[in-house]
């Protein structure tokens, strides 16, 4: 079975620090994986990965995929209290593109 | 550009009773997700649409939720009757083409919160 494993399941850290979050999947017929940011409402889009090794930047914010050893890392930089919320991790398959969501990452930045 | 619209935001209802929520999606998204959220938890596929058409639907509970899209736009979502375990938010979302192939990006609502008592 399709299955997408995030870790830490929540991590606190005072702003200025770096932290990376962590996905690993099984997935068939893997398409592209996707991380998303969660506040209190809906999940907002950050990167799509489709190719080993090809870091995807934004700002402080940074993900590369390796499809070999089937994991994606979210670093983000020099924490803000406004990156506190949920990251989820997705993985899109060839078949139909569905989407399978990991339970996601809950950072709490502090000042 | 108007974004995923979703409702109600908020519904309580007791065990055994149906609930239906309304979502209707970017103008021109041709594919629509049904999302179950449960606390703590990642967003559950539950059935997605391509225009009208059911693409997958193999973890939709079968014998209490339903779902439709009759003229490939804006969809419905019932659960009848509801069980205690059915308090989630439940998330619908759109894209441009199946699965957003080309961005990989899903516009997500902002959510039905249902609690069952």
């Known amino acids: 079975e399709d299955k997408v494993v995030q870790s830490p399941l929540s991590l606190v850290v005072h702003e200025g620090d770096t932290v990376t979050l962590n996905c690993s999947y099984e997935?068939?017929?893997?398409?592209?994986l996707l991380w998303y940011k969660q506040e209190k409402k809906a999940p907002t889009f950050l990167f799509m990965l489709t190719s080993s090794g090809i870091e995807k930047k934004s700002g402080r914010l940074s993900s590369i995929l390796d499809k070999k050893e089937l994991f994606s890392i979210l670093n983000i930089t020099a924490t803000q209290t406004g990156d506190s919320a949920v990251y989820l991790c997705a993985v899109q398959g060839l078949n139909n593109n569905d989407m399978r969501f990991g339970a996601g990452t809950r950072l709490t930045v502090k000042p | 550009e108007a974004g995923v619209a979703q409702s109600p935001r908020y519904k309580i209802i007791e065990k055994r009773q149906s609930v239906a929520f309304w979502c209707n999606p970017i103008?021109?998204?041709?594919?629509l997700y049904w999302y179950q959220q449960i606390l703590g938890q990642g967003p559950k596929l539950l059935i997605q649409f391509q225009n009208n058409g059911v693409v997958d639907d193999s973890q939709l509970p079968k014998d209490r939720f339903s779902a439709e899209r009759l003229k490939g736009v804006d969809s419905t979502l019932k659960i009848q009757p509801a069980k205690l375990e059915d308090s989630a938010v439940y998330l619908c979302?759109?894209?441009?083409?199946?699965?957003?192939?080309?961005?990989?990006?899903?516009?997500f609502g902002e959510g039905s919160r249902l609690t069952v008592l």
């Open positions: 979302a759109s894209s441009k083409t199946s699965g957003g192939a080309r961005t990989g990006e899903l516009f």
């Open positions: 997935v068939t017929n893997f398409r592209s």
């Open positions: 103008s021109g998204h041709a594919t």
